[in-house]
């Protein structure tokens, strides 16, 4: 008797533009295919073949560093602690600081919806 698959999120799409199933949610064919290096995990789309990590589409894609370390940098800036206050706060370059500020900054719209959708948090 074979195994069930286990279920993958909603949100997880295949991002390939050629691919006839690009950002659809349904007859999407997704599979698990391992872990990236970060610890996130990584899917394979049947139809194109094309990998995509879960945080895909989101500021943690690419990033080296934890949603944890992530947050917390973020935490610090709210604050209003400069770039090398951070730095010495984290322990992370204050280059690394900068990139995932000027990130926040180009996706702050998604972050609100995000933010507002998930959490409840009203935007005024």
């Known amino acids: 008797m074979a195994r069930p698959r ?4 909603k ?24 872990k990236n290096l970060a610890g996130h995990q990584r899917y394979l789309c049947k139809h ?12 943690f894609y690419r990033k080296k560093l934890s949603k944890e ?10 604050e209003k602690n400069g770039v090398r206050s951070v730095e010495r706060l984290t322990g992370h370059h204050r280059d690394t600081v900068g990139s995932l500020m000027e990130e926040l900054a180009e996706n702050s719209e998604t972050i609100t919806n995000t933010l507002v959708k ?3 948090l009203k935007s005024y």
Do not use: Y
């Open 69 to 78: 370390e992530i947050v917390t940098i973020c935490k610090h800036l709210v």
């Open 6 to 9: 286990t279920e993958i999120p």
């Open 48 to 59: 194109c073949g094309s990998a995509l990590a879960e945080t895909a589409g989101t500021i």
């Open 118 to 120: 998930d959490f409840g």
């Open 11 to 34: 949100d997880i799409v295949c991002r390939n533009k050629s691919c006839r199933f690009f950002l659809k949610t349904r007859g999407r064919n997704l599979i698990k295919s391992g």
